[in-house]
T-cell receptor, first 117, second 112 residues
Framework: GAGVSQSPSNKVTEKGKDVELRCDPISGHTALYWYRQSLGQGLEFLIYFQGNSAPDKSGLPSDRFSAERTGGSVSTLTIQRTQQEDSAVYLC???????????????FGDGTRLSIL | AQTVTQSQPEMSVQEAETVTLSCTYDTSESDYYLFWYKQPPSRQMILVIRQEAYKQQNATENRFSVNFQKAAKSFSLKISDSQLGDAAMYFCAASSGSRLTFGEGTQLTVNP
């Protein structure tokens, strides 16, 4: 597609349930990033993929969070046993090559708003 | 560690006027990039402008320009001839290897 696509747009679930968030990057972009944005705050880095591998996953807040990427394309962020503090907007971005220090701008999707009841 | 600070939670400007949004950063990197992103209510982060730290010349994109002061670690965004469509949350960000570090954002209101 023309841009980064994320699904679902909104997700409401009960505390303790598992959720999966999907990101479809721009075609040809080898680097993929996940960020979390809590209400009224800036973006918090979660994980970075280069191809199918994740050289930097230091931002994942706990072992309840995991992510994978297959075929160098679609990525899934999974949150197990959700807690109320997981409520946030989860944003995905992609870029042509990895590493922001190379100056490649990251292109963002519209995000998934996750609400934990 | 890298930090980005935006000291103005909210700013307002009259339509057609000029406004400047402030940003300071701290990094141990010698080679880095700085960005301004705009986030309208639709949630999508839109790249406004990018500055390469090794370039002294300030970046410009149409009505948007930056004032990059490397020694002071300052990176402000100037919006000229403000338009109603410029109303959004603006985030300053700095690169660090594989990630962007974002500031807390400045909510810009444009008054008709």
């Amino acid at each position: 597609g023309a841009g980064v696509s994320q699904s679902p747009s909104n997700k409401v679930t009960e505390k303790g349930k598992d959720v999966e968030l999907r990101c479809d990057p721009i075609s040809g972009h080898t680097a993929l990033y996940w960020y979390r944005q809590s209400l009224g705050q800036g973006l918090e880095f979660l994980i970075y993929f280069q191809g199918n591998s994740a050289p930097d996953k230091s931002g994942l807040p706990s072992d309840r969070f995991s992510a994978e990427r297959t075929g160098g394309s679609v990525s899934t962020l999974t949150i197990q046993r959700t807690q109320q503090e997981d409520s946030a907007v989860y944003l995905c971005a992609s870029s042509l090559i990895g590493g922001s220090s190379w100056g490649q701008p990251q292109h963002f999707g519209d995000g998934t708003r996750l609400s934990i009841l | 560690a890298q930090t980005v600070t935006q000291s103005q939670p909210e700013m307002s400007v009259q339509e057609a006027e000029t406004v400047t949004l402030s940003c300071t950063y701290d990094t141990s990197e010698s080679d880095y990039y700085l960005f301004w992103y705009k986030q309208p209510p639709s949630r999508q982060m839109i790249l406004v402008i990018r500055q390469e730290a090794y370039k002294q010349q300030n970046a410009t994109e149409n009505r948007f320009s930056v004032n990059f002061q490397k020694a002071a670690k300052s990176f402000s965004l100037k919006i000229s001839d403000s338009q109603l469509g410029d109303a959004a949350m603006y985030f300053c960000a700095a690169s660090s290897g594989s990630r962007l570090t974002f500031g807390e954002g400045t909510q810009l209101t444009v008054n008709p």
